[in-house]
């Protein structure tokens, strides 16, 4: 199982992002997928879940209406879009498939 995350990055408050993750090594159209993020002096959070198939989404409250998941399974990727940024989703962000796999992170500071 290879997880590979992509496009943090620092943005202003307000703004969006697109972040990816690049599956291999197993049949990434089998597996539910998730995000999570790590800020600085705090556990690891699950923000969005995402269904095989994709056909049931949920979300953590602080991101709910702002964050969407979504995922293309002829690439293999799972995606979060991050709108309406706000500082307090500085953090690390990861990509998760049970049981216990996950990316290297990927960094999303917002700040003005």
């Known amino acids: 199982v290879h997880l590979v995350e992509s496009g943090g990055d620092m943005v202003q408050p307000g703004g969006s992002l697109r972040l990816s993750c690049a599956a291999s090594g197993f049949s990434f159209a089998d597996y539910v997928m998730s995000w999570y993020r790590q800020a600085p002096g705090k556990e690891r959070e699950r923000v969005a879940m995402i269904t095989n198939g994709g056909t049931s989404t949920s979300y953590a409250d602080v991101v709910k209406g702002r964050f969407t998941v979504s995922r293309d399974d002829s690439k293999s990727t799972l995606y979060l879009q991050m709108n309406d940024l706000k500082p307090e989703d500085t953090a690390v962000y990861y990509c998760?498939?049970?049981?216990?796999?996950w990316g290297q992170g990927t960094q999303v500071t917002v700040s003005a």
């Open positions: 998760y498939r049970a049981t216990g796999h």
